[in-house]
């Protein structure tokens, strides 16, 4: 979103009319948990200054108070029952344990807090959580910013790069519009995404997958009539599920194994200690797959709401909308198609106005099955952010006779939003008259004047102070034009650049890619090794420019993950994590072997919703070794109980600090913690049922 757009809906009166807008409402009630902007009609409450002022400093406290507790009462309610919870456990179930141990459980449990009620965004109320621990010193600084320095946290934010690197070459639209295609229906465009990416992942690291595939899966959404909100999180829970068909498929499972190598707990059969073989969780994890698809195919609609498009009119009080005229070149994938087929009824924010074919007929009431031609041009009336979405189709251009004159390659211009200033040079000229495209090296594509677009043609618009440009031009127009006396402001389109569609750096990133890939799967280098020397080789060869790497790190995702690893060392340092998961073993134990595999699978999946799944295994991973030594097992027993600490530390559905992928999809799918709450937890039930009792009646050997 510009800043352009916000500056000149609040501040600049000659831009927008009517009256001023009501203030913001508490960001708790967002319709994403870190969207600041307005979401509905809320009710007014005074500030705790205007209370003081009119009933005096008791009075005030006690009506303040009173509000926040009816406005928080579940939350309180949640704390009160977690406390007496805790407190019961502490009495009859905990060894004695320090004062620290306590104060992680209640750092941990007032982090959720913030994290259920969206007081604060994501990365604050994590930070906030660690800060806190940091100054009662349950962990110590190099602590505290280990997860700064984690090469899992890096090789996300350098995965950020190599995915827009991919999506800057375009490598994966013409894939993923054969595999996506167009569904009619929800439950068929989630099998679309999941199948693939679940079988990716069997095989890749579900990271970087999900890292290339959110930008893809957001675009075809926004074309499509399927909330990104229904697609993004199956997406993601594909590729966690996906991960435990093999040992490759997460690093979780890596874990497991090495542990279990370096402890022995497995021999071949000449008596040499040996590790988990690659395809033998593949059947438990299969029969997870199926049962994880079927559950969301099933749920989707009715747990998950539809959170609209993030970042779009959606959450935008004031738009402006523009008329835009765009021509359908010979190559354009959308020749053929239908208005519908192509996407073009459900963009928001956006209405296709009418269709002029190349001989001249007009279409002036476009019907869903009207067939896009090539040559037709097609005009469209709605907001900046979504005409930016048209911008990135190939072969769908601006129909402007002076956008074509332009000599500057089409990946490397962008959208810029001008602001007519009072003292312009331009004031009572046309474009043509102004010789605009000569002089700024711009081509007009739309204007907005005083809360209207301007249906005019481009060249016969008289300019006037105030009106809002919306011109197509170079990358470096801002920074040569941003103080220019003629523009009161000048504002990039973010997002704007479209993709380069030559087919030498589609072929250049996808090796770039697919061998980033094998190196890191074949253990020929670490992961963010060959992140580094793929995100290098992407600026390098010109699939991506600096800029663009640069914008594409996702800091609050970092930031957030970051944060998690040090609140879940101070959870394991105190011994909190540990008394937990020894408690939740020793009840189900005494039930026999099937009760054994349900305590590990709970234990772990609760423990890997709020630490870090490698964490949690760490934790588990020594309750398993001394339930083995207090007994004489099996090898195949062994195996049951290292695949259930797999799938239970791959359980992770139900928080977003659960997995790192989960923040991934976060923000974009616009979810709330109790979106995750509320599809993840039963999703982890059903998996742990049918996962203990497949691994309980298969026989496994090493």
Not at 29 to 40: E, I, K, L, Q
Not at 179 to 197: I, T
Not at 400 to 418: A, D, F, N, P, Y
Not at 432 to 452: C, D, L, N, P, T
Request: glycine share 8%; with cysteine.
């Amino acid at each position: 979103m510009s800043s352009l757009r916000l500056q000149g809906s609040r501040s600049n009166s000659n831009l927008e009319t009517g009256p001023p807008p009501p203030p913001l409402p508490n960001p708790r009630s967002s319709t994403s948990v870190d969207n600041p902007f307005y979401a509905g009609v809320q009710k007014y409450h005074p500030k705790f200054a205007d209370l003081l002022r009119e009933h005096g400093i008791f009075k005030a406290i006690g009506k303040y108070t009173l509000r926040f507790a009816k406005d928080n009462w579940g939350i309180l309610v949640f704390l009160c029952v977690l406390a007496l919870g805790l407190a019961m456990l502490g009495i009859f179930a905990f060894d004695d344990i320090s004062w620290k141990a306590w104060a992680s459980y209640a750092i941990l449990s007032g982090t959720l807090s913030l994290l259920i009620t969206n007081a604060l965004p994501t990365a604050v109320s994590m930070l906030l959580g660690l800060t806190v621990m940091l100054v009662l010193k349950i962990v110590e600084p190099a602590e505290a910013v280990e997860g700064f320095s984690n090469t899992g946290v890096l090789s996300v934010a350098i995965l950020f790069v190599v995915a827009e690197g991919i999506q800057r070459t375009s490598i994966l639209v013409p894939i993923f519009r054969v595999l996506l295609g167009k569904p009619r229906f929800l439950w068929e465009a989630q099998l679309r995404v999941m199948f693939p990416v679940g079988i990716i992942s069997a095989f890749l690291n579900n990271t970087p997958v999900v890292a290339m595939l959110i930008p893809v899966v957001q675009s075809w959404s926004r074309r499509s009539s399927f909330a990104i909100s229904r697609l993004l999180m199956p997406l993601n829970n594909a590729a966690i599920l996906g991960g435990t068909i093999t040992l490759l498929g997460t690093s979780t499972n890596l874990v497991v194994d090495g542990l279990a190598r370096q402890s022995e707990l497995l021999t071949d059969d000449n008596g040499q200690p040996t590790g988990l073989p690659i395809f033998g969780i593949t059947p438990v994890g299969a029969i997870l797959f199926v049962a994880g698809v079927v559950y969301m195919l099933a749920t989707t609609r009715l747990l998950i709401r539809d959170r609209g498009q993030t970042g779009v009119g959606a959450i935008i009080r004031n738009p402006r909308e523009y008329t835009v005229a765009l021509l359908v070149q010979e190559r354009s994938p959308i020749v053929g198609d239908t208005v519908q087929e192509a996407g073009l009824r459900q963009l928001q924010g956006l209405y296709l106005v009418e269709v002029t074919r190349a001989d001249g007929t007009l279409i002036p009431a476009v019907a869903p099955d009207t067939k896009i031609e090539a040559g037709d041009t097609l005009l469209f009336a709605g907001i900046v952010e979504t005409v930016t979405e048209l911008y990135h189709i190939p072969g769908l251009v601006p129909a402007t006779g002076q956008s074509q004159k332009m000599k500057i390659e089409r990946h490397h211009r962008r959208l810029v939003e001008l602001v007519i200033s009072s003292s312009s040079m331009l004031v009572g000229k046309t474009a043509k008259e102004s010789k605009f495209r000569s002089r700024f090296s711009a081509a007009i594509i739309a204007v907005h004047r005083q809360g209207e677009h301007v249906k005019e043609r481009i060249a016969d618009i008289t300019l006037r102070p105030g009106d809002t440009l919306l011109v197509e031009t170079g990358s470096e127009f801002t920074l040569r034009y941003g103080k220019d006396s003629n523009f009161a402001l000048v504002s990039e389109v973010s997002g704007s650049q479209p993709p380069r569609e030559d087919k030498l750096h589609m072929a250049i990133s996808a090796l770039i890619a697919v061998t980033m890939i094998a190196l890191a799967t074949a253990e020929v280098l670490p992961l963010l090794s060959a992140a580094a020397g793929a995100s290098f080789l992407m600026i390098a060869t010109g699939c991506l420019s600096m800029r663009n790497a640069a914008r594409s790190v996702d800091l609050e995702v970092i930031i957030t993950i970051a944060a998690s690893f040090g609140i879940s060392k101070g959870m394991e340092k105190t011994g909190a994590a540990e008394q937990l998961a020894n408690f939740i073993v020793n009840i189900f134990e005494p039930i026999g072997p099937i009760g054994l595999l349900f305590g590990i699978y709970i234990g772990t999946a609760l423990l890997s919703s709020v630490i870090t799944n490698n964490a949690a295994v760490s934790l588990m991973f020594p309750v398993i070794t001394s339930i083995l030594k207090s007994k004489k097992s099996s090898q195949g027993e062994t195996l049951k109980l290292l695949y259930t600490l797999m799938i239970g530390a791959s359980s992770s559905f139900s928080t977003p600090i659960g997995y790192q992928t989960n923040l991934m999809v976060h923000g974009p799918g616009g979810y709330t913690f109790m979106d995750w709450v509320i599809f993840g937890v039963p999703l982890q039930l059903i998996l742990g049922v049918v996962g203990v009792f497949t691994i309980n009646a298969l026989s496994f050997k090493a």
